[in-house]
DNA sequence: GATTTATTTAGAATAATTCTTGATAACCTT
DNA sequence: AAGGTTATCAAGAATTATTCTAAATAAATC
């Protein structure tokens, strides 16, 4: 994986050391809360919620799937996840706080973060900007080998 | 309204003159999905398949929801229209070919088509790119002017 | 004009997400 | 630590956008 992807391992950290400070006084650290997000960190392969809530069961195995619904929105909400929307796929949730975006390959489904060029929307003046999605669509390089090796 | 984006009235042409031939011949011309097209070119506003749904009926009072749906699905299909993805809202459609993003007003609801930089994603070679999706979401200038006014 | 094939319609089905309600757990006060 | 307050959780129902199904219709072809 070169330069400008985070692979599934090497994403970037992104989690304060104590997520109970950035969940802020107004959302409480629970269990699932911890666990949800402590999940999220590890497979870092942008699941969907119904993804996580599998995964979360193996430890809090009485967790509902409203529950973990509930705990991205609360951890979206303080900044420590993003929500990660792809036409019209499933939510998919995503802990690298780096600004980042997204490609999706068309052949194998993997979501890789990509580095954003740096420079500025060229937005007239007066719009103010609270959030920027970018993603794109295409083929991997694993992909893109793959097909090529397929059919010469 | 200035330089980089198009409001509702002042949207680039982009539909070629006669649709039948930018159908492509796997598709027929059909008058449910050339009334559907029309509207869509008439409102400009991004409307959902719900709104577009009820503008065409009044031109062809038989029509369906899932006719809608299924015109706006070829139609996309064919290129002629743009599927816009905003977060998990209801999918809005666009005829704006122009390669463009969406700046999503977070006040007034309003979306508008904005120019993209014109500089490239730095992505790593061998990624091949089929689409790319922009969209930012904040205030417009009309809300932000319209907040600034409302408490000095 | 008959035949083939695509399209439309209406309604049922699906999938993701949100809502509701009562139970539970965390926090705060004393 | 007990009691009170409020946030959170769990289970299942409800909602919403969209897709699917099957029969009827319309377009294109022969």
Not at 29 to 51: F, G, I, M, W
Not at 64 to 73: G, I, K, P
Not at 95 to 102: D, I, S, T
Not at 110 to 131: E, F, H, K, N, Q
């Amino acid at each position: 994986m070169s330069r400008n992807t985070y692979s599934t391992e090497t994403v970037p950290p992104t989690a304060p050391a104590v997520v109970g400070f950035a969940l802020g006084p107004e959302f409480r650290l629970t269990k699932q809360r911890r666990e949800v997000y402590d999940s999220l960190c590890e497979q870092r392969n942008h699941p969907t919620a119904t993804e996580l809530f599998i995964r979360v069961k193996e430890r809090v195995p009485g967790i509902s799937l409203a529950t973990v619904y509930n705990c991205l929105e609360t951890l979206t909400h303080s900044g420590l996840v993003r929500q990660v929307n792809l036409d019209r796929g499933p939510s998919r949730y995503c802990p690298n706080l780096k600004e980042h975006g997204h490609f999706h390959c068309e052949s194998c489904s993997t979501i890789y973060d990509v580095d954003l060029p740096d420079c500025a929307m060229p937005l007239p003046r007066g719009y103010v900007v609270s959030r920027l999605d970018v993603s794109l669509r295409g083929q991997c390089p694993a992909c893109t080998k793959a097909a090529k090796a397929a059919r010469p």
